[in-house]
């Protein structure tokens, strides 16, 4: 069992085919972005760049947390700089939570579940009765936590 940290080979396809709207979709009738979440999962769980949905297989459970995840708030909208488009989405916190996480999944709620990105945090991560935040990195073209170069 390992976390993999990855974009999702399956959202790849996806956003070539217009699924994922990360704000006003031209592509789709729709005029709004669609809902992404992102769920924790515990070192026993399988997940990496084959992932391709959410799935409650290992994920976290504890005080503070449900079956699931956040809903994510993007941060920074689809833009670019050079020649790489980048999107960012804002810190994700549960308070007064008992869990620990080695990684988590960002997926498109509105799409069936679909996969975006994998993230490992490297190690256990731990929160007892306390706030577990997710930091993304900086929105820019190097950094973001989604960059197409």
Known sequence: MAISQAMATSFKVEILNGIHAFGTSVVRASTTADTFKMSLYT????????????????????TGYSAG??????????????TTAYLSFSDSSWSTATITGRGALIYNSTQSDKAVAVLDFGADKTSTAGTFTVQFPTADSTSAIIRIA
Not at 45 to 60: D, F, I, P, R
Not at 69 to 82: C, E, I
């Open 43 to 62: 070192s026993s769980a399988t997940l990496g760049a084959t992932t391709t949905a959410y799935t409650s297989s290992n994920e976290v459970s504890g």
């Open 69 to 82: 995840g956040n809903t994510l708030t993007v941060s920074t909208v689809p833009t670019s700089s050079g």
